[in-house]
C-alpha cells in the first residue's frame, strides 16, 4: 500500500493512494456505509459514479451482524459486492455519540447495546482484531474521543492515552496487506494538537487522521486546527479529516492541504428532501414550489437521477414512497465525488483561487461569504472577490443565542410547572385525607 503525492499547488495537494483493492485519486470524499451498506444505494451504483473508496464502522458490524460473521462470509467486501477500497472506523466516535451507554479506562472502552443491553468490551487490541477481520484496507487506530467543545484535564488525558493506544493497536496488528491510521487527537487546544500530531507522525505509515472535529466547534477555531494539523503532518502521508462532509468544508480543507474526509450528510439529508447543488449549496424538494417544477434537480449533472428524473416528481413522492430518497441520494453523492474532482483537477491546472471564487460565487449565489472563508483564504493567500459576511455570522450567532435561550426559558418554565403541578397534588392528597377524617366523624 502506497502513497504518491502528485502535485501541489500552494497549500493544495493532488495526491493518489493505491490499496489491494483500487486507485484512490486525492482529495477524495468517502461515502459512508456504516453497516456495509450504503442507504438506498447498490454498490454497483457507486461504481458507476466512479467512487473508489467508502467507509464502514467497525462497532457497529461488530455488534451487527458481527464480525465473525463477515469473516465466514470472506470479509466485508465480498460480504457487501464491493470490489474496490474500504476504511473502517474504530469505533472512537462512538465515545461521544453513545456517551451514556459507555465506559472508559486505560484498558479500553465498554458500551451497553441501546437494543439488548449487552456489553461490548473495546480494548485496542479487540478493536484491530475485528478490523481484521472485517478485511478493510485502512484501519482506524482506537483512540479517546471527547467532544470537541469539552475542556480541561481530560482533553490531555484523552489525547496521550490516544498515543498509547496507537501503540497497542500497532502491536495487535498482523496483516501487511492492511494499515493503520493513526488518528490526531488535542480538541481546540493548539499545544496539545502539535504534540499528539509530532508523536502520531512518528509512528504514521501510509496515512493519518485529523479527528476530534467537526462536533459543534465554530468555524474560525475548525480550519485552524485544520491547517496547522496539516503544517506539522508529514507531506507525503495523506491527511484525512474526520467527519467533513458540507461542500464549502470540503473545498477550504482540500485547499489547506488535506486529502480525505468522509460524512454521512449526503445521503442523510436526501432521506428529508434535500438536494445537494452547486447553485445556492441545497434545494429543499419538500417545499410545493417544486410540485410543477419539471427540471432536473440540477441542470448540469451528469448523475443518473437528473438525467431521468424531474423536480416535480421526487416532491410528489418524498414524503411518500422510499424511491425518492434514493433518487436524491443517488445525486448527492455524485455531487460530492464530482465536486472532488474538480478540486482536484483545479490543483493539477494551478487554478484553485479562480476555481475557489467560481464555486464561492455560486455557492452563495453572488452575496457575501461567511468571514471565516475569507480568513481561512487569506492564510492560503488567496483572495476572495465576494464580500465578508460579517453580518450574517452575527445574525447567525444572534439566533442561536435565542434558540439556546428560548431552550432555558421552556426548561424553567417545566421545571416551575412541574414544581406547581407537585404543588397541586400535596394539597389534593392533603385534602383527601381531611375528607377521609371527616367521614368518619
Given at each position: 500500500m502506497s502513497p504518491q503525492l502528485l502535485a501541489t499547488s500552494r497549500r493544495a495537494r493532488r495526491g493518489r493512494l493505491t490499496t489491494p483493492h483500487s486507485v484512490v485519486e486525492t482529495p477524495v470524499f468517502m461515502?459512508?456505509?456504516?453497516?456495509?451498506?450504503?442507504?438506498?444505494?447498490?454498490?454497483?451504483?457507486?461504481?458507476?459514479?466512479?467512487?473508489?473508496?467508502?467507509?464502514?464502522?467497525?462497532?457497529?458490524?461488530?455488534?451487527?451482524?458481527?464480525?465473525?460473521?463477515?469473516?465466514?462470509a470472506g470479509g466485508i467486501h465480498k460480504m457487501m459486492n464491493w470490489p474496490r477500497s474500504?476504511?473502517?472506523?474504530?469505533?472512537?466516535?462512538?465515545?461521544?455519540?453513545?456517551?451514556?451507554?459507555?465506559?472508559?479506562?486505560?484498558?479500553?472502552?465498554?458500551?451497553?447495546?441501546?437494543?439488548?443491553?449487552?456489553?461490548?468490551?473495546?480494548?485496542?487490541?479487540?478493536?484491530?482484531?475485528?478490523?481484521?477481520?472485517?478485511?478493510?484496507?485502512?484501519?482506524?487506530?482506537?483512540?479517546?474521543?471527547?467532544?470537541?467543545?469539552?475542556?480541561?484535564?481530560i482533553v490531555e488525558e484523552a489525547m496521550e492515552r490516544s498515543i498509547r493506544w496507537l501503540d497497542r493497536c500497532e502491536d495487535a496488528h498482523t496483516k501487511d496487506e492492511q494499515t493503520i491510521f493513526p488518528i490526531v487527537q488535542g480538541g481546540l487546544n493548539m499545544e496539545l494538537r502539535k504534540k499528539c500530531a509530532e508523536e502520531m507522525a512518528k509512528r504514521a505509515k501510509v496515512g493519518i487522521a485529523i479527528g476530534g472535529l467537526s462536533g459543534g466547534e465554530d468555524k474560525s477555531s475548525f480550519w485552524r486546527v485544520v491547517a496547522a494539523c496539516c503544517d506539522w503532518?508529514?507531506?507525503?502521508?495523506?491527511?484525512?479529516?474526520?467527519?467533513?462532509?458540507?461542500?464549502?468544508?470540503?473545498?477550504?480543507?482540500?485547499?489547506?492541504?488535506?486529502d480525505m474526509f468522509d460524512c454521512v450528510f449526503p445521503t442523510r439529508t436526501a432521506?428529508?428532501?434535500?438536494?445537494?447543488?452547486?447553485?445556492?449549496?441545497?434545494?429543499?424538494?419538500k417545499q410545493a414550489r417544486f410540485a410543477n417544477d419539471f427540471s432536473p434537480i440540477d441542470d448540469r449533472c451528469e448523475c443518473h437521477s437528473c438525467k431521468t428524473y424531474t423536480r416535480a416528481y421526487i416532491y410528489s413522492n418524498i414524503a411518500k414512497e422510499t424511491v425518492a430518497c434514493h433518487i436524491v441520494?443517488?445525486?448527492?453523492?455524485?455531487?460530492?465525488?464530482?465536486?472532488?474532482?474538480?478540486?482536484?483537477?483545479?490543483?493539477?491546472?494551478?487554478?484553485?483561487?479562480?476555481?475557489?471564487?467560481?464555486?464561492?460565487?455560486?455557492?452563495?449565489?453572488?452575496?457575501?461569504?461567511?468571514?471565516?472563508?475569507?480568513?481561512?483564504?487569506?492564510?492560503?493567500?488567496?483572495?476572495?472577490?465576494?464580500s465578508r459576511g460579517e453580518m450574517e455570522e452575527r445574525k447567525h450567532k444572534a439566533k442561536h443565542e435565542d434558540v439556546v435561550e428560548l431552550k432555558k426559558e421552556k426548561k424553567e418554565f417545566g421545571v416551575f410547572f412541574l414544581d406547581r403541578s407537585l404543588l397541586t397534588l400535596f394539597f389534593l392528597f392533603l385534602l383527601s385525607i381531611l375528607l377521609d377524617m371527616l367521614l368518619l366523624l
Open positions: 461515502p459512508v456505509g456504516t453497516q456495509g451498506t450504503m442507504k438506498g444505494i447498490l454498490p454497483e451504483q457507486l461504481i458507476t459514479m466512479d467512487c473508489r473508496i467508502l467507509l464502514c464502522n467497525t462497532y457497529h458490524l461488530g455488534h451487527r451482524p458481527g464480525h465473525e460473521i463477515v469473516g465466514e474500504i476504511l473502517t472506523d474504530s469505533g472512537g466516535f462512538q465515545m461521544v455519540s453513545l456517551s451514556k451507554l459507555m465506559t472508559l479506562d486505560e484498558e479500553g472502552v465498554r458500551f451497553e447495546s441501546p437494543h439488548t443491553k449487552e456489553i461490548t468490551n473495546l480494548p485496542p487490541e479487540e478493536c484491530i482484531r475485528v478490523q481484521q477481520n472485517l478485511g478493510a484496507d485502512i484501519m482506524m487506530q482506537l483512540d479517546h474521543v471527547v467532544h470537541t467543545l469539552t475542556t480541561g484535564p503532518l508529514p507531506p507525503h502521508l495523506p491527511r484525512y479529516v474526520m467527519g467533513v462532509g458540507f461542500a464549502v468544508d470540503l473545498v477550504v480543507c482540500s485547499l489547506l492541504g488535506a432521506r428529508f428532501g434535500t438536494a445537494l447543488v452547486r447553485r445556492g449549496g441545497q434545494l429543499h424538494l441520494s443517488v445525486h448527492n453523492l455524485h455531487h460530492q465525488l464530482q465536486l472532488m474532482k474538480d478540486v482536484r483537477q483545479s490543483i493539477v491546472d494551478g487554478k484553485e483561487e479562480a476555481f475557489l471564487n467560481e464555486f464561492l460565487n455560486e455557492y452563495y449565489e453572488g452575496g457575501s461569504v461567511p468571514g471565516w472563508v475569507h480568513d481561512a483564504a487569506q492564510h492560503m493567500g488567496y483572495t476572495i472577490k465576494q
